[in-house]
């Protein structure tokens, strides 16, 4: 019966207490920056610019509707005319094709256009230019320019994607290493609190003098205040993290604390010297920077495609057909069916705009290919210095691991002696500050080669994800 009692005295504890709290890993920081971080939703905005430029330059092929009045309240002729036409313009070779109903009533000359019969007349036309505007014109070279920029949100939502995940992994880094940091104070406080007893009790029986108890308080009051000051540091180390890590209903900024905290730093390995060749051809590919260089190339070539054919002379052809509705069209001397053809002839003789216009295209064009040039080689010698950075850093750790090992050592050490009575007090703390201080290069070490490691995956644009740019255009 008691341990039947005992049992379910057990489970209802265990159904009562709190779970603890899973540590923070830097993949859930990362999904509460693609889901709740402001900027890079406020990124995200860049399409939608992009997708209402596109509508806005499409508007230049909008279908038209006109109409117009006439009158002539005075003077020999006294007739009166309307029209209403639909002008739809052509997105392939330009121009437009058009059609629309004209009316005419009163006295008007047989010569005049508008005259019509008493029913009116059907008009239908189309004009094409010849030459200039032909194969391209301003409201076809917006319109792909415009979707050139569609083109371009993609590298810039991504740009910034990147600089927020590094900035974010550095945060997450400088939070765990502050946790860390403050745990080391806290043990190494805790040293000096055990032996201040021990002390007491010493002082008690009259083995040691009063004055070791005093310097050993005197140290757990200075091992206090580097507790408050690393307290400090891990506060501020979260707040900074709590603008990346964000409550996933309000999306409010959420402060981590130690329970948070993981026990140790992830699990890496020393990257491989063969790895840098073939990384820094994956830059190449995956940098954004590139892209929009490329892009802006093609929005620059579009514009010296037009400016050449601008410099061309204007060769329009129009054709006209309008066609009565009246039968008594012949009484009045009007044609039945009506069939006009045009050719026009422009040309500016000195083209100083399309000339200029050409120019800039071209020195344009003449600076983004140098502009690219230097990216790939500003690509390259970022990959190659955040690899070197890293291998650095890699280097630092393990030597900073052997330095705990020896000081952990010496520590152990001088606190034999001191159990002996070798040695003194004052000995024992300063090995123990020596390991506090081997452990805290080991900690700010491990942060180094992670933030390294952050780095140099944003040279290669390694956490780029491809639900972030092949989401649906609106």
Not at 50 to 57: I, L, P, S
Not at 125 to 137: A, E, H, N, Y
Request: positive net charge; hydrophobic residues 40%.
């Amino acid at each position: 019966m008691s341990r039947s009692r005992s049992i379910f005295g057990l489970i209802l504890c265990i159904a009562v207490s709190p779970l603890s709290a899973a540590p923070l890993l830097l993949e859930e920081v990362l999904a509460s920056v693609r889901a709740q971080y402001p900027p890079q939703l406020a990124s995200l905005i860049e399409r939608d610019l992009a997708n209402g430029r596109v509508v806005q330059a499409l508007g230049a092929f909008d279908l038209n509707l006109s109409g117009s009045i006439g009158m002539r309240p005075a003077g020999y002729y006294d007739g009166r005319s309307g029209a209403v036409a639909l002008e739809q313009p052509l997105g392939n070779w330009g121009g437009s094709v058009y059609g629309g109903y004209r009316l005419s009533s009163g006295f008007l000359p047989d010569y005049n256009k508008e005259r019509t019969g008493g029913d009116g007349e059907v008009v239908l036309g189309v004009r094409l230019p010849l030459l200039r505007d032909s194969v391209i014109d301003r409201r076809r070279a917006s319109l792909w320019q415009a979707q050139m920029d569609q083109q371009l949100a993609d590298p810039l939502i991504l740009r910034q994607y990147l600089d927020f995940v590094r900035a974010s992994s550095l945060a997450y880094y400088q939070w765990m290493a502050a946790g860390m940091r403050l745990s080391l104070a806290e043990d190494l406080l805790g040293l000096a609190k055990k032996r201040d007893s021990a002390i007491a009790e010493q002082v008690k029986r009259g083995a040691s003098a009063p004055i070791v108890q005093v310097d050993n308080q005197r140290l757990v009051v200075s091992r206090e205040i580097g507790v408050v000051q690393a307290r400090r540091r891990f506060e501020a180390a979260g707040i900074e993290l709590s603008l990346f890590w964000r409550d996933a209903q309000s999306g409010e900024p959420r402060i981590a604390g130690r329970d948070r905290l993981p026990r140790a730093f992830p699990d890496h390995q020393r990257p491989e010297g063969s790895q840098l060749s073939a990384d820094v051809a994956k830059a190449m590919v995956q940098r954004p920077e590139l892209r929009r260089l490329e892009l802006s190339l093609q929005k620059l070539d579009v514009e010296r495609r037009l400016a050449l054919n601008q410099r061309l002379p204007n060769l329009d052809l129009g054709v006209q057909g309008a066609q009565s509705l009246s039968d008594n069209s012949k009484e009045q001397k009007i044609d039945r069916t009506e069939v006009e053809a045009r050719l026009e002839f422009r040309l500016p003789l000195q083209r100083r705009e399309a000339s200029g216009r050409l120019q800039q295209a071209i020195s344009g064009i003449a600076r983004l290919q140098q502009e690219q040039r230097f990216a790939r080689d500003r690509i390259a010698a970022e990959v190659r210095d955040s690899y070197s950075a890293l291998l650095a850093a890699d280097d630092s750790l393990r030597q900073s691991r052997l330095n705990v090992e020896l000081a952990r050592q010496l520590e152990r050490a001088e606190g034999d002696r001191l159990a002996q009575g070798a040695t003194d007090l004052l000995a024992l703390q300063i090995r123990e500050q020596a390991t506090f201080d081997a452990q805290s290069l080991e900690v700010e070490a491990t942060a180094d080669f992670f933030r390294a490691l952050a780095h140099y995956r944003a040279a290669m644009a390694a956490d780029a994800p491809p639900n972030l740019l092949s989401g649906p255009r609106r």
